[in-house]
Structure formats: structure tokens, C-alpha cells
């Protein structure tokens, strides 16, 4: 498989402001940290963490709303600069959670889906009409569905319509911003449906930013897994679930109901995710980490490959 | 046979209706709103009658006829006549057009310029928002009729215009327009900052961005449409503000320079004549307060047709 | 709070020098010059002469130069001469300051009375009679213009019914008590007018938004008298909104100030700037320009305190 898009070294910081003529503590918010992973084309990787773990803060900066502070992209082994992302905003398109706030209440539904061709030009209206009413019999939508508006549609309609709209310009990669995670259960499985299919039709890559492995499971090649803006461990879906290498996988794996297995003990974490204001020195996790050592509080662990596992990597001294 | 008709889906009942017609329904309702727009639509057509009467009458609203000033009212002049024999009726007529013509235009401009310094401070933020801010602050700050006056004070010639210019009705038309709309931006400003930082980081402008969209995209697309309805209230009430400050100036001779008539500088010497001839000071300023009042009261209508939370 | 007070401030300052320097370069646009006064009046003054005057006033330097140079004096308090007074600025703005100060104070309480007893009795019924009869005299008091309805009750209460005197602040050989009072009626009422149409629609808003809160409706549920909600637990509360609105109106005052007082021939601020626009007396006109400005700035300073103080919810940073 070709590499798509690679993140080097990515990181991301926010300027809280303070610092100034008028004082206050100059506060930086460390988003991500020197995180690098790669997409081929066709393939899926799930970015999981959990809130604050800087998955969307990834997602922006692959669909181009968030510039990095530091570190590059490359699309097709070209560095995306300027000139880059001018080719590849058609390429890579985003959907996001909340189905209600991610379409405009006064545009038909027609305008929404054709917006992306409009916003990149080179397409006539009538175009445009055509590409809209095709795309919305593709995510499984009446005809009629083209002249009404957003507030007529239920949740799960609403995120067809969204993905229609991403599908518009044709692009190699979306960037699925927690899709599902406002449906209901029953909508859930089928947009996950929707977008399996579409994959294997259109031969489309996903970033699939999610907090619940479970849903992962279904969906993905690859599991990227952030801890407090640091990537800990990525591996294949299968390795990963059978062999978590990173303690904090582990945990995340143990809290993960299942039917016919019983919850392991003592790998369940304790406390909350320290603020990414203030991230604790040497190994992020360390705070809350059952294997913590001295060495841990020092020293910020790389990441590398699992003992005999060369496609499994994590960071920690004490990697399984 | 009526087949086919059967076949036919029923109308649907329960259609949306687009949000305009549910506005112009509410606002109906409103009586005082209502009023107020027969009442502008009357003053317009007020206004506009200056043409025909002219030419029905035979009356140039500019010519003097020093044997019949302060005529009382006649079968030619209805109004009588003014201080130098000029047909008060008619240069009430000519007088609205320019107040009318002020009101809009300098509207039209402080809306545009408050549009684009609200926009581009709610879209950028930043050290670009806080300067803008700071800058808006100290406007709202202003004593604003002094500066007026100064503005108005301003000779042309000093900047280069040639003498015939600055002397011109043109010139001072459309240096009261020029000086008012500098001036009265801030309020429309505000309003369109705030609604361009709620509706800027929405998922679907976020989406349009992804896609390549700018600002110049965004804002017409995504952030007017949305913001559409605070800024029309605002500037209806502003018209009513542009329309008074016209008349200020022009009545202390900053504006409208005779013997175009306005209704401000129709009451120019109107202090001195207040005792001889009071229907010369009455008639202007009544038809100033009139159109002003009605304006608000359209501004009114307006908010409450537009605020669903009006409804009760 | 004493760095919020330091930071508006200085802001305040900042905008006052932008100011000073905009309206500087805007005097030096008006028409004529100190210089062309003098040749005016003096028809012997050849070209060389003239040429020679501009030097000594400096009006052939830069506009930036002659700012700074107006700028270290005004520093040291010189302002400068009077042209049309014949006095130096500062003599000459002092007692029209006083007579401003009297005209905006009294007009200001009044109008504050006005709409506080309106404005409540209409929030009491929205809707109602009484209401909408309120409603309509805000709407008139907000849409007239000043200095129309100077001159309709000049035309009404001086000329007509010879109540009040038409201008001036005293009668001469008199001056009184009652005399300055009797000259002070028309244009304190007139002034009072004009505000009082947006506070009354301000008093009015605030009120019935918090008549609906929930403290106001456990009051009444617990059988407070009716005037105790209105008083106590509402008003106390509307309050806060209407203090910062009517310390921020103070330049819809003074601009009705001007007019009035150029109207009624009140020798005030706003009648001495508009006469030194009008003579060319740019020394005085720049500085009446300025210490409005200055006023208008403390006075929004005063609101933002003010909003701070009443509402413990807000921290001042």
C-alpha cells in the first residue's frame, strides 16, 4: 500500500494568552506533542484517546482547519505547504460529530452537498445539481431529500447528508471527527454500514477519531492510541487488541465491556487526566500508571517496536 | 374524470414556510409597525409629488419673489409662502427628498463600513479584533455632534477640491453623507462581531473551510444569511439617528447648503421668524419628528416580528 | 480593580491624545487662519509681512511639527488665547463649564425621575393602555429633534403664553434666585425631554425582564406586598443594566446640551464650542473639543465602576 498522508513530529500548541503589558502568567496549552504517524491509501486508522487527548486537535491539523506549531505533513510524499494544500483540500474532506451544528439551517440540501465543488470551482450549476442528487441516493437518501432543509431530518439522516457533502469533491481521505458518537445505538451501526461500504466502492482512506475502542473494532486497520497529546502506541487492530504493548492500551482495553470475559482486576487506572497546561515531567502517564518506576518520572520514553512485533509500536520503558 | 386528480397527493399541510413569510405575518400583527409603514410610504410619496406638482403648478422651488413673502396660504401657494416668496409646500416636498436621500444613503455607507470592520474583527480576533475594538470604544466615546461640526466645518478647498466644488449642493450633500457615516458605523460594528464569533466556529463553516473556503466565502455564504435580521432592525433605527443628525447640521449650517432645500436648513432662520411667521418653524421639524418617530416604531415592529421570544 | 482602573485609563488617555491630534489636524482644515483674521482686518498687510506673521505662528511648519508643539504646551497648561474673547482658554472655559455642569445635572436628575417613575408603572402592564401611552412619549422623546422642540416651546411658553424667557440665564439688573431659576425652566425641561424617551424604554426592558425571575416570583409567592416586589426585589436588581446605560449616555447629553444651550443662548460648552467653530477661534474650539471628550471618558469610566460595584457577579480584571 502507497503512503497517503504522514504527520512528522507534529505538534500543536495554544497560546492562552497572558504574558502581556498587563501581566498575568503566560499560559501554553500543549495540544500535541511530536506526534508522527502515516495513512496508506485505502486504509483506516482510529485515532482513540479520551477527551483532551488531542484526537480532534490531529484531525484538524490532517483536514487543514489547524495549523501545526511545529514538525510537517507530506500528502503523496510531497511536504503540504501553501501550494500543497491547495490540491489536497479537495483530496481530504472531514465529518463531524454533531449532526446538528455541522450544516448550515438555511441552505437546501442540495447547496450543502454541492458546496465543497462550489467553495474549489471549475463546475457549472448544473453540475453541481447532478453530482448533489447522485451522492444522495449513494449515502442511502430519498431524491426529495435534495430541496428540503436540515431541520426536516433526524440525527442519522443529517450525518448521510454530511457525508454526502464530503464525498462531493471525491477525495482520498475523510477525516471522521467521532461520527458517530451523537447517533443513537441504532443509527450508529448503520452509518458505520454506510461508510464501510463506501470504502470498499470508492477505495476510500479514514482517519476515524474516536473515544470507544469498541466501536473501532469494526472499522479500522490501525489503532493510534494519544495519551495527553503524546501518541503512546499504534499497531494493527488485531495485535492491539489481542497484545496491548502500552499500560495505558492495557487499561483502555480492560475497560472495554465484553461479553463472556471477566473485567481483569487491577488494570482498571485511577484519577483523571493531568492538565495539558502542565504536563507531569518524563513519561505523561506515569502519575497513573501501574508500572511507574524512577525512571519514568525522569525520562521521556520513545517510541519502538514491541519484543516481536515490528508493526507494534509504543512508548514506554516498559513495553510488553 | 377526476381520476387523475385523486392520484394526486394532497397539499401538504404541514410545509415549512420560509421564514420571511412568517415574519411578514408577525409583523402584521404589530399595529403600531404597521402604521409606521403606511405612514414612511406616505412621506416617500410626499416626497416624490415635488416632480409633478412642479410642473402642475409652474413652481421653481429655488425662485425668490421678494413682493410676496411670508404670503399666507392661497389657492397657488397652499402652504403660503417663505421668507424670500418660495412656495413652502413644494420645498417641504424637494426638502424630504434630500432628508429621505440623506437618511438612506448614510446608512447605507455606515452599514457597509460597519459591516466590514465587524466581519473582519469577528473573523480574524485576534491583536486585529482587539485593535478594531479599541478603535470602535473610542468612537462610542466621541462626543459625536462637536465632531460633526467640525467635520462640517471643514473647508474643501483646503484639501484640494476647487472653489465651484466646495460651494456646490453636491459637495455638501454628500460631505454630510460622508461625515455621518464615518461616524455612526459602531453600533452595526458590534452587532456584526458578535454574530460572526458565534457563527464562525460552527462544524459547517469549519467544513467550508476544510474545503478551501476563505472569508470572502464564509461570510456571504454562511455568517450574513445568519445575521441578517439584527442588522436589518439596527439599521432601520439607524436611519431615523442619520435622518436627525441631517437635520441638526443642516439647521445650524453645516449641512445642506441653501437654497437646495432640506428640511433642517429649512428651519434655518426659523428662530428669528418664530414670531412672525410660526408656521415656517412648524411645518419642518413636524415632518422631521414624524418621519423619525415612524422609523423607530418600524424598528420596533421589525424586532419583535423577528424575535421568536416575542410571541407570548 | 486598581489595575482595571490603570489599564482604563490609560486606554482613556490614549484615545484622548488620538483625539487631540485628529481634531488639531481637523481645526487647521477649517476655513481661514489666525494670520488671514489679522489680514482681513488689517488691509495694508503686504504679501512679505504676511509671509513673515506665518513664521511667527509657525503655520509653515508641518501639522505634525506644529501638534508637537502645541502638545508641550498644553502639557505645561498653557492652551493658549481666546481669539474672539480676548482671554486666555482656560478663563474663558471655566464658567461656561460651570453653567454646562448646572443645565446637564438638573436635566439629568430630572430625566432620571422622570423615567424611573415611567418606566416602572409601564413595565407594571406590558401591553396595557398605560403602556403604550408611556411607549409613545418615549418614541417621541427619542425621535424629536432638540433644537425643534426648543423652538416650539419658545414659540409656545415665550412667545405665545409669556411664561418663561426665551434666552439668556438672568434678566438684566435682577438675577436672583427665582430669575436664574425661571430662565433655567426651558431648556432644563427641553434637555430632560430628549433623554428621558431611551431611558424610560431602557427602565421599562430591564424591569420586566427581571419581574419574570424566579426571586421576584418566590417573593410574590410568599405574599410580599406589591409594592415591596416592585420596589425591593425587582427595581434593585433592574437597576444595574440602567445605571451603566444612563452614566454611558452622557454623550447624547452633552450633544443635547449643545443644542440646547445654542438654542436657548445658554452661555454653556456647547453654545462657546459651536460660537468658536463658527468665529475661527480654533484655540478655544480645540480645547472645548477636547475637554468633552475627556468628560465623555470619565464618564464611561465611572459606568464600568459603577456596573462593577452594583453587580458582585462582575469582577472587574
Partial sequence: MSELIALESVSVHFDLGGGGLFGGRRRILRAAEQVSFAIAAGETLALVGESGSGKSTLGNVVAGLQAPSDGRLRFHGAPLDAVGWRQARRAIQIVFQDPFGALDPRMPVSAIIAEPLLIQGGSTARQRRDRAAELVEQVGLPRDALNRYPHEFSGGQRQRIAIARALAPAPELIVADEPLSALDVSIQSQVLNLMKELQERLGLSYLFISHDLAVVNHLVDRVAVLYLGRLVEIAPREELFARPSHPYTQALLDAVPRIGRRRARGHVIKGEMPSPLAPPPGCVFHPRCPKAADICRTDIPTLGAAPGRADQLSACHFRE | MSATTDLAPPPRTDAAIGPWRLRWRRFRRHRTGMASLVILALLVLFALAAVPMQHLLGIDPDATDLLSRFDPPSAAHWLGTDDAGRDELIRLMVGGQISLLVGLVATAIGGVIGLLIGVTAGYFGGRLDALLMRITDGMIALPLLPLLIVLGAVDLTKLGFSSDFAHSTAASFWRIIIIISIVDWTSIARLVRAATLSIKDRDYVRAARASGAGASYVMPAHVLPNVATPIIVALTLTVGRVILFESVLSFLGFGITPPTPSWGNMLNNAQELVTTAPGLAVYPGLLIFITVIAVNFLGDGLQAAFDPRSEQ | ?317
Fill in chain 3, 1 to 317: 480593580m486598581a489595575r482595571f482602573i490603570l489599564r482604563r485609563t490609560l486606554q482613556a488617555l490614549i484615545v484622548l491624545l488620538v483625539m487631540s491630534f485628529v481634531i488639531y489636524g481637523l481645526i487647521g482644515l477649517m476655513p481661514g487662519d489666525p494670520v488671514d483674521m489679522m489680514a482681513a482686518g488689517n488691509p495694508g498687510a503686504t504679501p512679505e509681512v504676511i509671509a513673515h506673521l506665518r513664521a511667527i505662528y509657525g503655520l509653515d511648519q508641518p501639522l505634525a511639527l506644529r501638534y508637537w508643539h502645541w502638545l508641550l504646551a498644553a502639557l505645561t497648561g498653557d492652551f493658549g488665547f481666546s481669539r474672539t474673547h480676548s482671554q486666555p482658554v482656560l478663563e474663558v472655559l471655566a464658567p461656561a463649564l460651570w453653567q454646562t455642569c448646572k443645565l446637564m445635572v438638573i436635566s439629568f436628575v430630572v430625566s432620571v425621575l422622570l423615567s424611573f417613575t415611567l418606566g416602572i408603572i409601564a413595565a407594571r402592564k406590558p401591553g396595557g393602555v398605560v403602556d403604550g401611552l408611556i411607549s409613545l412619549f418615549a418614541f417621541a422623546g427619542i425621535s424629536v429633534p432638540v433644537f425643534w422642540l426648543a423652538l416650539m416651546m419658545i414659540l409656545v411658553f415665550a412667545v405665545d403664553l409669556h411664561w418663561f424667557p426665551a434666552s439668556g440665564i438672568s434678566t438684566l439688573g435682577e438675577g436672583g434666585f427665582i430669575d436664574q431659576a425661571r430662565h433655567l425652566v426651558m431648556p432644563v425641561t427641553t434637555l430632560a425631554l430628549a433623554t428621558t424617551g431611551g431611558f424610560i424604554r431602557f427602565v421599562r426592558a430591564s424591569m420586566i425582564e427581571v419581574m419574570r425571575m424566579d426571586h421576584v416570583r418566590t417573593a410574590r409567592a410568599k405574599g410580599a406586598t406589591e409594592a415591596r416586589v416592585v420596589l425591593i426585589h425587582a427595581f434593585r436588581n433592574a437597576l444595574i443594566p440602567v445605571v451603566t446605560v444612563m452614566a454611558l449616555s452622557f454623550g447624547v447629553l452633552f450633544n443635547g446640551a449643545l443644542l440646547t444651550e445654542t438654542m436657548f443662548a445658554q452661555p454653556g460648552m456647547g453654545k462657546m464650542i459651536y460660537d468658536a467653530i463658527l468665529g475661527n477661534d480654533f484655540n478655544l474650539a480645540l480645547v472645548g473639543l477636547l475637554f468633552a471628550t475627556l468628560v465623555t471618558l470619565a464618564s464611561n469610566l465611572v459606568a464600568d465602576l459603577a456596573y462593577g460595584w452594583l453587580d458582585p457577579r462582575i469582577s472587574l480584571k
